[in-house]
């Protein structure tokens, strides 16, 4: 796991590709969208859906944009699972901040 903070060019970056997705895949763009919140290594994907938000899954930087790592947020534990592979969705996950939103979009 990286221990290192995104630096603030790739949280910008992560930021335009999340817009990117929600403008590509939302059909109610300005009630469901896809929101993103970092903290040290972790950029959170967070699902808005009118005045509700959920989380959805975590990626984690490890020095490269196309080699995230992904973990499924488990409403049962209350926590995020790296290590859960059995979900709808996670046939998308190839590393990129892309695939991780689309894991998300069919996993919830």
């Known amino acids: 796991m990286a221990k290192n903070s995104i630096p603030d060019d790739v949280k910008a970056k992560v930021k335009a590709i999340v817009?990117?997705?929600?403008?590509?895949?939302?059909?109610?763009?300005?009630?469901?969208?896809?929101?993103?919140?970092?903290?040290?290594?972790y950029a959170y994907l967070d699902r808005h859906e009118g005045h509700i938000v959920s989380q959805n899954g975590r990626v984690t930087w490890t020095g490269d944009m196309n080699s995230w790592n992904f973990a499924i947020y488990k409403y049962s534990s209350g926590s995020y699972d790296p290590n859960e592979w059995m979900f709808p969705g996670s046939e998308h996950l190839n590393g990129t901040v892309e695939g991780a939103l689309r894991a998300c979009l069919e996993a919830y």
């Open 19 to 41: 817009e990117k997705f929600n403008q590509k895949e939302s059909r109610y763009p300005d009630t469901h969208f896809f929101a993103v919140r970092f903290r040290g290594a």
